[in-house]
């Protein structure tokens, strides 16, 4: 190991990140491709930061570069939540987050740390949902078009149509990839009820008793919606985990879900595990409750927070909402680019 600075750094790691005009572009992008590296490179000699190596290559180290690159990465920073953040939620009025700036800033800055925020005093026009998605990304065009009406309707195709509550859920778990951010915008509000609901998944799958936590992630379960024009269907475990093992996407919609295919002797044992996370999504020390009014609206990731309704009466008063899908990569993009 070779040291530079305050950190020690293996020969082929600082050989394969030289950055000198031969090796990487002036946009950024790498130049030198690592598969040429010899196996057995090592560094003949050091000079303050100038390394020359086996290869017959020296390079010039940027020591700012190399604090900022040494060691291992950390995960993305997020705060998971329970009811206890009621009283101080992520909301903004419309027409600030809109002029862009430091308060768009801010705003999307919320929903990628605790995975929602909401904004108040829009519009109420059709199409301010999408319009809301482009302030910062691109709309995630579906079978439902590039947005989708929730209202009471006669001979509803999907539970959303109708007035009955609906339990904490993600959306369109059976669609590969499953759309990571959705917005719902309400252009009228009524009714008595209809309030909606968002729980932090990540937080209670954190809660979960550890052998409950490892069946949802290691067993796979299916989703899937079918009409006259549409058959979508995906498998995924209820939790992902990534490389770490920390979770990293929930699937859970009471609705979509299909019959479990499991080997025999594990359905009790998922059963239980599948029905405690269930109900703990329910339960109110975990959940957030708000009701948007004419010109409201709302963001979720989609794969995290899970959200939900309270009924309410589907004759009486009218309770219209818009809602579309975008993704996460746009979000954190512009989020990067306002922070620069
Ligand atoms: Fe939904």
């Not at 040291?3 to 572009?25: I, K, M, S, T, V």
């Not at 057995?40 to 190596?53: H, I, P």
């Not at 959306?171 to 009524?190: G, I, K, V």
């Amino acid at each position: 190991m070779i040291e530079l600075g305050d950190h020690r750094f293996h020969p082929l790691w600082l050989r394969d990140n030289c950055a000198c005009p031969q090796c990487r572009h002036e946009s950024g992008q790498r130049l030198l491709d690592t598969r040429s590296l010899p196996d057995d490179l090592s560094v003949l000699a050091v000079n303050g930061y100038e390394v020359a190596f086996s290869d017959g290559h020296t390079s010039v180290f940027d020591p700012d570069w190399l604090q900022a690159h040494a060691g291992v990465t950390r995960p993305r920073a997020r705060r998971v939540w329970g009811a206890e953040i009621q009283d101080d939620l992520p909301s903004a009025p419309y027409d600030e987050v809109a002029a862009g700036g430091g308060a768009l800033r801010r705003w999307l800055a919320w929903v990628d740390e605790l995975g929602f925020a909401i904004l108040t005093g829009g519009p109420t026009e059709p199409e301010t949902v999408t319009r809301t998605a482009e302030l910062f990304g691109f709309v995630r065009e579906t079978n439902y078009g590039r947005l989708f009406d929730v209202k009471t309707v006669v001979n509803p195709t999907n539970l959303a149509y109708t007035g009955l509550g609906l339990g904490a859920h993600t959306d369109n778990p059976y669609r590969e990839p499953t759309p990571t951010l959705q917005l719902l915008h309400c252009l009228a509000s009524s009714t008595d009820g209809g309030e909606n609901t968002l729980v932090d998944a990540f937080r209670v799958a954190r809660d979960l008793p550890p052998h409950d936590f490892d069946l949802l992630v290691q067993l796979p379960i299916r989703f899937r919606y079918a009409d006259a024009d549409a058959e979508l269907e995906a498998e995924t475990p209820v939790l992902s985990v990534d490389a770490r093992g920390d979770v990293q996407a929930v699937h859970y919609n009471t609705r979509s879900v299909q019959p479990f295919r499991l080997p025999a002797d594990a359905v009790g044992r998922y059963y239980e595990a599948y029905q405690r996370f269930g109900r703990m999504l329910e339960a109110p020390e975990y959940r957030i409750q708000f009701k948007l009014g004419a010109g409201d609206l709302f963001i979720v990731d989609n794969l995290r927070v899970m959200h939900g309704r309270t009924g309410y009466a589907a004759t009486g008063g009218e309770r219209h909402l818009q809602g579309c899908y975008a993704d996460r990569d746009g979000l954190r993009s512009t989020l990067a680019v306002l922070s620069r």
